[in-house]
């Protein structure tokens, strides 16, 4: 079974701080991988996907890069912002059990003005 | 509108009696799943469907059934309900080529 661990569980920054987020992942097998945003009590805001045949994709502020081989992926936000605070999800994709998602626990970003 | 639409948003019930959570999805997607969200432990999967006719148990099926009554509509129903059922409950769509996922906002269960 996919295992998907999230590293750290919490994060608190000051505004303008360039940070990242970690995700791995232990079965390569993967068919894609994807970041969400959750606020608190809401739903699921998807910011990033990437194919298990790209390196990374990028949109606005944020950059997600996936290593299959080592069983990583990385989000990375650029200047951060009071609004970025939330709880980032990892979720991927499995080849082995017809595309399930495993979601890993997730961090929660503090952006501290 | 949202492209997937949950209903109810927020339930209270009783131990013991039947509820139905509703799913609908203007995505036109074949692929539709029902998670559960606890505290400390993600999201963990109830159930899947690939198609009309095709569904799957996921990593928690116990004390559930779900239907699929058409390509947007996925219904998840408790039998009897418990109050270790207490969870938000999301519906998510995936397309067959990209993957891509997409949540509906979420139901948020309690059962006393």
């Known amino acids: 079974k996919q295992e998907v661990t999230q590293i750290p569980a919490a994060l608190s920054v000051p505004e303008g701080e360039n940070l990242v987020l970690n995700c791995s992942f232990t079965d390569s097998a993967i068919y894609n991988l994807q970041w969400f945003r959750q606020d608190p009590g809401k739903g699921l805001t998807s910011l990033l996907l990437i194919q298990s045949s790209q390196r990374e994709q990028t949109s606005g502020r944020l950059n997600a890069s996936l290593d299959k081989s080592s069983g990583r992926s990385t989000l990375y936000i650029a200047a951060s912002q009071p609004g970025d605070s939330a709880t980032y999800l990892c979720a991927v994709g499995s080849e082995n059990t017809g595309n399930q998602f495993y979601f890993g626990t997730g961090t929660s970003l503090t952006v501290i003005p | 509108d949202a492209d997937v639409t949950q209903t109810p948003r927020n339930r209270i019930t009783k131990t013991g009696k039947r509820i139905m959570l509703e799913c609908s999805q203007t995505k036109g997607h074949d692929r539709m799943y029902w998670y559960r969200q606890d505290p400390g432990l993600g999201l963990r999967l109830i159930y899947y469907?690939?198609?009309?006719?095709?569904?799957n148990k996921g990593e928690i099926s116990d004390g559930y059934s779900v239907s699929r009554q058409a390509q947007a509509k996925f219904s998840l129903s408790l039998e009897s309900a418990i109050p270790n059922q207490t969870a938000l409950y999301f519906c998510a769509t995936s397309d067959f080529v990209r993957g891509e996922a997409f949540f509906g906002q979420g139901t948020r269960l309690t059962v006393v």
């Open positions: 469907s690939f198609d009309v006719k095709d569904i």
